[in-house]
């Protein structure tokens, strides 16, 4: 046990690093952009992805993932699926050309024409860099994986801010992606040692076939799960209301990915050396779980209590129209925090059967509230639709790892969540208070009121619970744990 905390200490900091670092120029490059063009302009942008994200699955095909759970792969093999993923995605990207027509009339704008058709091109520079960016996961260089993620987002930002300024609209934001796909593509490509090959070998995708099939699955279907909202609300609402909707959303994904996702992309390579030694896996979720919930639960408090703040500091007046949605899909944060680290221990225990059927069950109930919340007609409702549908989901992908995976009773994983609880209720009082006796201050007198209050709790909450020194300790080796 002692290596597999050291290992994902390391990976974990590393990851930080290039994450934290590529979320900061996000947040830049987002804020100045809010500002210069409009919540309609964005809309047309939140559309196109939704069917980019799409495509982008279909070309991924849970191939990266598989690439990094199989130890026998050679050179020539990765050439092979390598060679494959390029015309794969030329393929897809002729085709999400030709739909550019059918989406413009789905929506009944003729501006998705022309905006879908460049977006295909960020969809065949996004297929080319699966291979080459799962090789550096399984090589665990995740330092180079990270940095050259940040360097391509810097670029990315100088180019959509430039040609926003420029007046290209919303084109600004598609030639931005493509911008930063060819520019990782580059920095990531000449670290592989990959070779386009002229022919492909059957024998080479067989390799990864049996893994990547129920993981292509559940990315399928997982796709319904997670933009079907964004699909119906550009549809039966507006394009300003889907824009406003996607802010609020995207806002609220930015605390799981800058936690979650340093800790994700780590575990599965990891991991996956540990496939046949169970407890070590259930042990490491559960610290992972544990970690997440102590800063998840109390953050979910503060944001639904800032989200007011949050809004107009980031973007600006325009964009008052996503403060009540931040709000409730703030209470999700949590959830969906430990929800995002579910996947990596299915692939690592190499039960993605059990993440497919996680997958179904997700999307059945996603689908359903998605449905619910575009017939009341608000996209507040759409919220709390989601919220209700991730709480339950928590549950059964909590029961599958713990009861199918783990074998064992499933209040071994919600007693780790007893100690952050308290936290979060602690954070709560003081800020109902404030909210309740608050005065006419300004915005970022009642942000740093709330931020140093929220602050303040979280550590008296730590130390009530003595948990200020484990929680500084929770990935440092024990002596008494052996591999």
Same mark, same amino acid.
């Given at each position: 046990?002692n290596?597999?905390?050291?290992e ?15 979320y ?21 942008v939140?559309?196109?992805n ?16 598989a690439?990094?759970q ?5 050179n ?13 995605s030329? =393929? ?15 929506y009944?704008?003729?501006k ?7 977006m295909?091109?960020?969809?065949f520079?996004?297929?080319l ?25 810097v670029?990315?930002g ?31 490509f ?12 059957k024998e ?14 559940f990315?399928?279907?997982n796709?319904?799960s997670?933009?079907?909202d ?6 039966f ?16 994904? /930015? ?16 991991m ?8 070590? =896996? ?9 970690l997440?919930?102590?800063?998840g ?10 989200s007011?703040?949050?809004i /107009?500091?980031?973007?600006?007046q ?6 009540l ?7 999700s944060?949590?959830i969906?925090?430990?929800?995002s ?10 039960r993605?059967d059990?993440?497919l ?5 997700s ?14 007609g ?15 989901n928590?549950?059964?992908?909590n029961y ?35 909210d ?27 130390k ?20």
């Amino acid at each position: 046990m002692n290596n597999v905390n050291r290992e994902l200490k390391n990976g974990i900091i590393i990851s930080a690093i290039g994450k934290y670092s590529y979320y900061l120029v996000q947040f830049v490059v987002l804020g100045v952009l809010a500002r210069i063009l409009t919540p309609s302009e964005f809309g047309i942008v939140s559309v196109i992805n939704v069917f980019l994200i799409f495509f982008s699955m279909l070309i991924d095909m849970g191939i990266g993932p598989a690439i990094i759970q199989n130890k026998n792969l050679e050179n020539k093999q990765l050439n092979g699926i390598f060679s494959f993923t390029i015309i794969f995605s030329i =393929i897809l990207s002729l085709l999400f050309a030709l739909m550019s027509k059918p989406i413009a009339i789905f929506y009944d704008d003729s501006k998705l024409i022309g905006a879908s058709i460049v977006m295909s091109i960020a969809l065949f520079t996004s297929g080319l860099n699966i291979v080459p960016r799962a090789i550096l996961l399984k090589q665990k260089r995740f330092l180079e994986a990270n940095m050259a993620q940040v360097i391509s987002s810097v670029i990315s930002g100088i180019v959509g801010i430039t040609l926003a300024l420029l007046n290209f609209s919303y084109y600004a934001l598609i030639f931005s992606t493509i911008a930063k796909n060819v520019s990782m593509l580059i920095i990531i490509f000449l670290k592989t040692n990959l070779k386009i090959l002229t022919k492909i070998r059957k024998e080479d995708l067989i390799a990864i076939y049996s893994f990547s099939k129920n993981q292509f699955l559940f990315n399928f279907i997982n796709y319904f799960s997670r933009n079907l909202d964004r699909l119906l609300i550009g549809k039966f609402l507006n394009l300003k209301e889907l824009s406003y909707y996607e802010r609020a959303y995207q806002l609220s994904l /930015y605390p799981n990915q800058i936690l979650t996702n340093v800790i994700t992309p780590v575990i599965q390579p990891i991991m996956s050396e540990y496939e046949d030694k169970k407890e070590i =896996i259930k042990k490491t979720y559960l610290t992972i779980s544990r970690l997440l919930a102590f800063i998840g639960m109390p953050l979910s408090v503060f944001l639904y209590f800032s989200s007011e703040e949050i809004i /107009y500091i980031l973007f600006g007046q325009q964009w008052t129209g996503s403060i009540l949605t931040l709000q409730i899909l703030s209470l999700s944060i949590w959830i969906q925090m430990i929800l995002s680290s579910t996947g990596s221990i299915f692939q690592s225990t190499n039960r993605t059967d059990l993440l497919l059927l996680s997958g179904i069950m997700s999307t059945i109930l996603n689908i359903i509230g998605i449905v619910i919340g575009i017939w009341l007609g608000e996209i507040h409702y759409v919220a709390l639709a989601i919220l209700i549908s991730f709480s339950i989901n928590f549950i059964q992908a909590n029961y599958l790892l713990m009861v199918k995976v783990f074998q064992v009773k499933q209040y071994e994983f919600y007693k780790v969540l007893g100690h952050p609880f308290i936290i979060s209720v602690l954070v709560l009082v003081p800020l109902l208070a404030l909210d309740y006796f608050i005065g006419n201050y300004s915005i970022i007198t009642l942000m740093i009121s709330k931020a140093i209050l929220s602050l303040s709790m979280f550590l008296l909450g730590l130390k009530i619970t003595g948990n200020i020194e484990i929680l500084g300790k929770i990935f440092k080796s024990r002596k008494k744990d052996k591999v």
